[in-house]
Nanobody, 126 residues
Framework: VQLQASGGGLVQAGGSLSLSCVASGLTISNYVMGWFRQAPGKEREFVAGINRSGIFTSYADSVKGRFTISRDNAKNTVYLEMNSLKPEDTAVYYC????????????????????WGQGTLVTVSS
């Protein structure tokens, strides 16, 4: 079972990046999926989550209106579109799958997510 995140990089403030998370050995349509991030010296924090069908989403207040999470279950892939990036968005971004199969509610606690990708670094310069 593996989640492979990609798409990170260096971007100037105000710019955009698109992250992808491809799953293997796991059928993501069975799981609520989330994106988290961890900045240097800080705790991991919830960024966005999406329910199994993709109809419902949840965002941290700090990214609401700027980031968009989506999924393509046919491609077993979750995406995070990031716009109007700020230096404080600099972090390693991780995708994760909820530990509960067939969950209905999007949870923001990282401990409820059992499968994690390796992370992709996003650096936003001022």
């Amino acid at each position: 079972v593996q989640l492979q995140a990609s798409g990170g990089g260096l971007v100037q403030a105000g710019g955009s990046l698109s992250l992808s998370c491809v799953a293997s050995g796991l059928t993501i349509s069975n799981y609520v999926m989330g994106w988290f991030r961890q900045a240097p010296g800080k705790e991991r924090e919830f960024v966005a989550g999406i329910n199994r069908s993709g109809i419902f989403t949840s965002y941290a207040d700090s990214v609401k209106g700027r980031f968009t999470i989506s999924r393509d279950n046919a491609k077993n892939t979750v995406y995070l579109e990031m716009n109007s990036l700020k230096p404080e968005d600099t972090a390693v971004y991780y995708c994760a799958a909820d530990r509960r199969t067939w969950a209905v509610v999007i949870v923001t606690n990282g401990y409820e997510y059992a499968i994690w990708g390796q992370g992709t670094l996003v650096t936003v310069s001022s």
